[in-house]
């Protein structure tokens, strides 16, 4: 397998403040990454940095070979990196559809088109009935947004961001503020990404972690302090020592 | 309902169409109302039409992307600038003059869209004002070309069909308004349904996830910003040909600052909105202000701390609010 | 050189006339967070306050200036609690609206009781006179104005970085339910701050009646004005403000005495440039 997305020696300093530190990671096609790391960890800056809305102080940013260091965040989606959002960010008085056809629509850059009708394009609505149909949201795709659950709305994030065809997809806390009874569903939604796709998860629930990913590396305090296999990161002593601080001394 | 027992596809989409056919018969009926029942004030309803353009390009801008403006005024004086310097020199085609006036404002809107742009929040808000004070003292200091405080005047277009005199009457400018009215408007109701229109509501909802699906906003909005500016000076422009008259005022805070709270007394984000809050208000205006023009202020200013208090979605807003009520509880009786 | 001189002293005047006047709005806009578009409305109530004190009553303009400023706090003080409390977390096109709203309702009050006329504030004879600076004279008001716009900066700053009171503020500002926690009585503090706007806005709108003429449309007039300093300056910073006053001040002053029929021309314009460079204001602060 070769390198699909690449970040490398990645820092960022806020006035003085060292919040990224030399984060070097690489990810494959189809690979499935998390990264985990305690409050504070500098995850959303690493994300913020990965997709582009905040410019790193050093270090590059490589996707398929290419730097795209230098892009703003609407070039690299547009090469194919993209991303879901810790908090849901959709509009609540569109419907499930209507996120989806627009996302399909910009896909065949035709999003912005003016001398047509959003709802006459058959091809990106069969396509949308496709992918929400994969997610389980057949049932809801022409109810507005507000007005579904909330682990919906979550699966409408995922639908979304597969309708753009990512190369590499970065799913920031996918299950955040899920019911327990509802994330089986989500659950089944990652399992499903197609086999090709580089996913990089950011998440807390461990378990999840555990289950989707075959690879984990550890942020703490703007730096990477792990990488390695998920059942290799309970064991480690840096990481203990991150999460638990002062008790893992205690404790060990 | 009927519409359940259409395949999927087709039964929201008739609706829309006859939706939108209804409100288009409504809008002529009124049009026809008034022709009907003030026969003797054509130059006054004429004046309404023309603002009530005004409304409309006011709410592409407010209402679908919101992005708050004071100095809508330098899209509609630029078309009325443009059609009346147009007409006196010797392009006095009715059609060509508004199509001038809408090709003008484009462009003054592409500029100013340009230019408000670059800043949000409150120093936009200052940047619409800013451009529209700037295009008054230059209209005013130019008056070799606009006449200055003087305005422009002597303007003759010629017949409509080469056969309808633009007269002291007023009616074939009423009427030639009101059909420039009602397509612009079906063509904004058929715009903001487009691919791009709905790319506009989302970025007044959330201008970050539009980016994250790899729009760019700037030339999106831009686009808002000329079709707005083509509507505004048509409106301009049939202000020119209906008065024959261009002055300061027309390119002026005040009339920018008036078009917001028409807009928003009518209620913003759904174009019907704009044409209720026209005609209350101008109505209104037209009556009070004859009285004593430091009552009608009061009374606007009264007016629009109770819409903020009390409806902040407006009156056609808080019309849907009660008419979803009322079919709410037929509904339940119903059963 | 001499014209060079007084058009100098008349720009700086004008710059601080704007600056006691805008300085209220800044602090609303910066701390509070209001766009109030009725702070015009509150300087041309100080104006008409003042003008009947003194024309009608009889008193001096120091009692004038005094009873301006207090009379205009107790008739914003209801407006706080009834109307601008409700639009502290509203949208900005909401407290836009509103507010405008009010600056019409004033309009049309004041001039159904005091008529449309330009309302004018005599001035002391020491003010009214000349004062000899030794190289050339210069009006006792435009000194004053000065004087005052000097010393409403520095008793500002003071206030609000030296004082128990300005800790409290900028703890509200910063983060409201925490200051709350900590026993800050945050609606008192907006209230205090809200009429010390009011106040300076009143006592701006009688010293500056010179520049800026108390008459009915006053507060719709010089809306416009005041916003501009303020986003220019960028909402709650003193020294933004009084940058933003001076170089305004002094570009419309210049432009009125060497191309006095472009009007507010080069005032605009230059008001296009600066957001356009700063889109923050010159001293505003990032969000």
């Known amino acids: 397998m070769s390198t699909l997305f690449e970040v490398s020696n990645l820092s960022k300093e806020f006035g003085g403040l060292q919040v990224s530190r030399d984060i070097s990671l690489a990810l494959a096609e189809g690979e499935r990454l998390a990264l985990i790391g305690p409050n504070g960890a500098g995850k959303t800056t690493f994300v913020n940095l990965v997709t582009g809305r905040i410019r790193p102080s050093a270090g590059q940013v490589r996707l398929g070979g290419e730097d795209i260091t230098a892009l703003g965040a609407v070039q690299r989606v547009r090469r194919g990196l993209v991303r879901t959002f810790q908090v849901t960010r959709l509009f609540p008085d569109m419907t499930p559809e209507e996120h989806v056809v627009m996302t399909i629509l910009q896909r065949h850059g035709r999003a912005t088109r003016i001398f047509a009708r959003f709802h006459g394009d058959s091809a990106a609505r069969d396509e949308a009935a496709e992918i929400l149909a994969t997610l389980g949201l057949t049932e809801v795709s022409s109810r507005k947004v507000a007005t579904i659950a909330y682990g919906q709305q979550r699966l409408l994030e995922i639908a979304i961001a597969l309708a753009q065809r990512p190369k590499v997809l970065l799913l920031d806390e996918p299950a955040a503020g899920v019911p327990s009874a509802d994330t089986p569903r989500i659950e089944e939604a990652l399992a499903q990404l197609p086999p090709s796709l580089a996913v990089l998860m950011i998440e807390h629930d461990m378990d999840l972690v555990f289950r989707f990913a075959k690879r ?20 480690d002593a840096k990481v203990r020592e991150a999460y638990l601080g002062s008790y893992a001394h205690a404790g060990s | 309902m009927t519409g359940a027992t259409l395949p999927h596809d087709t039964a929201p989409r008739l609706r829309t169409l006859g939706q939108d056919l209804l409100g288009l018969a409504l809008i002529a009926l009124a049009g026809l109302a008034g022709y009907a029942l003030f026969p003797d004030n054509l130059a006054f309803l004429t004046r309404v039409v023309s603002v009530a353009l005004l409304v409309l390009s006011l709410d592409l801008i407010v209402g679908y992307c919101g992005i708050a403006s004071l100095g809508q005024g330098a899209l509609y004086g630029t078309g009325a600038y443009a059609a009346g310097i147009a007409c006196l020199h010797g392009v006095t085609e009715p059609f060509l003059l508004i199509l001038i006036g809408a090709a003008a404002g484009a462009v003054m809107g592409l500029l100013m869209g340009a230019v408000m742009l670059r800043a949000h929040g409150l120093p936009q808000l200052v940047l619409s004002i800013a451009i529209v004070q700037l295009l008054h003292e230059a209209a005013n200091k130019a008056s070799s070309i606009t006449g200055g405080s003087d305005g422009l005047s002597g303007m003759v277009p010629a017949p409509l069909f080469g056969v309808f005199e633009f007269d002291l009457w007023g009616r074939s400018a009423y009427f030639f308004g009101l059909a420039l009215l009602i397509l612009v408007f079906a063509a904004l109701r058929f715009i903001v349904r487009s691919p791009f229109g709905m790319v506009c509501r989302g970025l007044k909802e959330d201008p970050l996830r539009i980016s994250a699906l790899g729009i760019r906003a700037f030339p999106v909005l831009l686009k808002m910003f000329a079709i707005s500016g083509a509507v505004a000076g048509m409106g301009g422009a049939l202000a020119a040909i209906a008065t024959q008259v261009v002055g300061l005022d027309s390119v002026s805070f005040e009339i920018s600052a008036n078009a917001l709270v028409m807009l928003v007394l009518g209620g913003i984000g759904h174009l019907y909105g704009a044409l209720i809050g026209t005609v209350i208000f101008m109505a209104l205006e037209h009556v009070v202000a004859a009285i004593n023009p430091f009552h009608w202020m009061t009374l606007v200013g009264a007016v629009l701390i109770a819409i903020v208090l009390f409806a902040p979605r407006g009156l056609s807003g808080t019309l849907d609010e009660a008419a979803r009520l009322l079919t709410r509880s037929r509904w339940r009786a119903g059963r | 050189m001499q014209t060079a001189l007084s058009i100098a002293m008349d720009a700086l005047a004008y710059g601080m006339a704007l600056f006691i006047i805008c300085i209220g709005l800044s602090l609303t806009m910066g701390l509070m967070r209001v766009v109030n578009l009725a702070h015009g409305a509150f300087a041309m109530i100080g104006g008409y306050i003042a003008s009947w004190a003194a024309r009608d009553l009889g008193l001096g303009y120091g009692f004038a200036i005094l009873l301006a400023m207090l009379g205009t706090v107790l008739i914003a003080i209801p407006l706080e609690r009834l109307l601008y409390r409700r639009i502290y977390d509203r949208s900005e096109l909401s407290q836009v609206l ?57 008793g500002l700053w003071f206030l609000i970085e030296r004082t128990g009171f300005g800790i409290h503020l900028r703890a509200a500002v910063e983060n409201a339910p925490m200051a709350r926690a900590l026993g800050v009585r945050t609606e008192i503090i907006y209230a205090a701050s809200f009429a010390l706007a009011i106040g300076l806005a009143a006592f701006g709108g009688v010293v500056g009646a010179e520049f800026l003429p108390i008459e009915p449309y006053y507060a719709l007039r010089y809306m416009v004005t005041f916003l501009v300093v303020v986003s220019v300056g960028g909402a709650g910073s003193i020294p933004g403000a009084l940058a933003a006053c001076l170089l305004l001040g002094a570009i419309d002053v210049t432009g009125r005495y060497l191309v006095p029929d472009f009007g507010n021309f080069f005032f605009y314009l230059a008001v296009i440039l600066v957001v356009c460079i700063f889109p923050r204001g010159l001293m505003g602060r990032a969000q």
Do not use: W
Request: proline letters at 5%; glycine letters at 12%.
């Open chain 1, 216 to 235: 984990v590396v550890v942020l703490a305090a703007g730096e990477l302090i792990f990488q390695g296999l998920p059942a290799e990161v309970a064991r």
């Open chain 3, 98 to 154: 509103m507010t405008i709203g009010i600056t019409f309702c004033v309009i049309g009050i004041t001039n159904y009781f005091f008529g449309p006329t330009l309302k004018t504030i005599p001035l002391p004879a020491e003010l009214a006179r000349s004062v000899d600076l030794g190289f050339r004279g210069i009006a006792g008001h435009r000194l004053f104005v000065i004087a005052s716009g000097l010393v409403v900066a520095g």
